[in-house]
Structures are given as C-alpha cells and as structure tokens.
C-alpha cells in the first residue's frame, strides 16, 4: 500500500544552511498530515551523527517515519579520486539512511559536462553505483536513481536528464537493491513525455517524488535550451499546487497500481508557502484513495 511522504522543496536552502532547524521542518510538517518525511544529507542537523537518534524520535514522536534520504552524488567527475570521493559521501549517505530509519537513499548520475562522451558518462556512473551496492544490501538499503533534472545545487543539467540515457543506465544495472524513484516533472523538464518514461520504467520504479510544474512563460522546448551556467531550475519552469500543473495523475497512478506499486509518494512542493503543499497533500490523498481503496490516511 503507498504511503504519502513530504519533502521540504521550499526550505530546502535554509535548512541546508542552517538557518532553519530539522525540528522547525517537523513541526511544520506534522500538520500535513502525512506519513513519513523525506530527508535531504546535506540538511545542517543530519550532517552530524550524533543527532540522528534525536532527529529520528523527533519524526517517530510526532507520528511520521525517515522513508527516503535524498543525495545527490556526481559521478561523472572524470578524476577517479574526485569521483571515489563521491562514492564515499554517497556510502555516508546510505549510512545515515540505516541509522534513521529509511528504506531508500537516492543516487543521481552527475552533471551532464561537456567534456566526456555519453560512453563515458555511463562507464563512470555505472561503476560508481555498482560501488555503493554493497554497502546499500548491508544496511537494508535501496536505491532510488530519479530521473532527475538538475539539483539545486549544480551548474550544469542532469548527465541521465534525457530518456534514452536515462532508461540505459536503469537497464545496466540489475541489483535488487537498486531501483527507479520516478519524477514525472522532470520529465517535462527534459521535452519528453512523462507516460512514456514510466511505461518504459514502471516495472522498477520503487518510489516517487510528486510534484506539479507549470511554465510561467516560453515552452517547454525553451527548457532544452537551457544547457548551463545558472544553478539549479530555470525561472520560468515554476513548481506549484500538485494537480493544476503539466501531469495527469489519473494516468500516472492507474500505471503504478497496474505494476502493483506499493511504495512511498514523496511531495515535492511548498516553494511558494506551506498553504500550497496543504493543498498538493489533500489531492494527493484523495488520489492515492481513489487508486489504493485500502489507503489509510494519517
């Protein structure tokens, strides 16, 4: 049965700098009324270990649970010592997943660089995940790669943005720990079709960040354009109410309940308020139910 979980897209700066605590995104969450809370590793609380058995009772406390861990390692450095270091941090990543509870840590490919072919690209990502695996079947762990478009924090696009690429990498790798955190936002992002993407991914899709994006202005072939030198999404792709953007949830849901889906739904909104991820967790409950009839919501 899926779960409804949160993540906090519009804090995400403040609670990474620390001008925002871990217990300030709880509270204000705990009246969402959701199951569960996504984490991000570089939050300011959660770097530090010693916090994570305080943050952890904070969450299970207000009667919510860790699911996910959202990371977001760069693999595609092509210095082997610079990209190790990405393996290590992703591998810290999946231990502070264990330590709090979580079932699933995301991975991400890297930035798309300019300088290395997409054989490359995918020989380097590949292998670097391949790495991590171990240490994620250890602990209990899955990952998550998300079709991803641009973290907040890079300068250039997603190396895995594009659906090709994206479905590729899936397919090289076969663990069980491993699988697909599905974002159909992401995949307007890239010009694609997001119903394509996850008919060619939903026999692996674990998860799934859920968010609605609208474009305040230009077209979504302008996105494309949009190839580097600004950090994380561009302006006028804008993310609000889930539900009144680009995505057709009836669709989306009526695939993953097709495939038996019964993972976490993460909610990726909120940069405009707290009023408006009220409003995306109420569709989405009324949605899941309609899907999922056993859905018991918080």
């Not at 700066?13 to 705990?30: F, H, N, P, R």
């Not at 993407?197 to 072939?221: I, P």
């Not at 057709?248 to 009023?275: H, N, R, T």
Request: aromatic share 10%; glycine share 8%; charged share 30%.
């Amino acid at each position: 049965m899926p779960k409804l979980a949160a993540f906090p897209k519009g804090f995400i700066k403040q609670l990474v700098a620390g001008q925002m605590s871990i217990y300030e995104w709880i509270k204000l969450a705990d009246e969402l009324r959701v199951d569960g809370l996504e984490f991000y590793n570089n939050f300011a609380d959660v770097k530090d270990s010693r916090n994570w058995p305080k943050i952890k009772k904070a969450v299970e406390d207000a009667g919510m649970v860790i699911p996910m861990m959202c990371a977001s390692p760069d693999f595609t450095i092509p210095d082997p010592k610079l990209r190790q270091n990405e393996v290590e941090k992703e591998i810290y990543a999946i231990e502070m997943s264990a330590a709090l509870g979580a079932k699933y840590c995301r991975v991400l490919s890297g930035q798309r660089r300019k300088d290395i072919s997409r054989e490359e690209g995918m020989n380097y990502v590949v292998e670097s995940i391949n790495a991590c695996i171990p240490s994620a079947e250890k602990l209990g762990i899955t990952l998550i790669i998300e079709n991803h478009y641009k973290d907040d924090f890079w300068t250039e696009p997603e190396f895995a943005q594009m659906m090709d690429v994206f479905v590729d990498l899936v397919n090289r790798i076969e663990s069980k720990s491993f699988g697909v955190n599905y974002d159909p936002s992401n995949v307007i992002a890239a010009g694609e079709e997001p119903l394509e993407l996850l008919e060619r991914v939903k026999h692996r899709v674990v998860t799934m960040h859920a968010s609605d994006r609208y474009l305040a202005n230009g077209t979504v072939e302008d996105l494309r354009k949009v190839e580097g030198g600004s950090a994380g999404y561009v302006s006028f792709f804008k993310h609000g109410v889930i539900g009144k953007g680009l995505n057709d949830y009836d669709a989306i849901f009526s695939i993953l309940k097709g495939v038996g889906f019964d993972g976490w739904i993460s909610i990726e909104d909120g940069v405009d308020g707290m009023e408006q991820m009220h409003e995306s967790a109420d569709f989405l409950r009324k949605k899941i139910s309609k899907y999922w009839p056993n859905y018991q919501p918080r």
